[in-house]
Nanobody
Framework: QVQLVESGGGLVQPGGSLRLSCAAS????????MGWYRQAPGKQRELVAG???????NYADSVKGRFTISRDNAKNTVYLQMNSLKPEDTAVYYC?????????????????WGQGTQVTVSS
């Protein structure tokens, strides 16, 4: 009943920028926290940045000062602006959202994940 669709990944040179987007759609009643995670080959998935429904943000130490997370509640969309990219930022980036949605006559609340988008930083 709910889908998260990411876009904006790709290949970029070190020092470059990318902007990721993640749009939620479906029978959405309310979206709470949203965030971006990443997983590099052979490594565990890690939190990159998170944002609450009120706009409070948190970041992994490795991306502070370079990445900015934001959201447009009217569009059910979360963004990740990534600047000064480094080769170690190379990973599959996943969108995550805590969503209450309508299912029949009920409301249900679950964590939802996007399909992932590849970000490769290389010269």
């Amino acid at each position: 009943q709910v889908q998260l669709v990411e876009s904006g990944g790709g290949l970029v040179q070190p020092g470059g920028s990318l902007r990721l987007s993640c749009a939620a759609s479906g029978s959405i009643f309310s979206i709470y926290a949203m965030g971006w995670y990443r997983q590099a080959p052979g490594k565990q998935r890690e939190l990159v940045a998170g944002i609450t429904s009120g706009g409070s943000t948190n970041y992994a130490d490795s991306v502070k000062g370079r990445f900015t997370i934001s959201r447009d509640n009217a569009k059910n969309t979360v963004y990740l602006q990534m600047n000064s990219l480094k080769p170690e930022d190379t990973a599959v980036y996943y969108c995550n959202a805590d969503i209450t949605y309508v299912s029949g006559t009920y409301r249900r609340r679950n964590d939802h994940w996007g399909q992932g988008t590849q970000v490769t930083v290389s010269s």
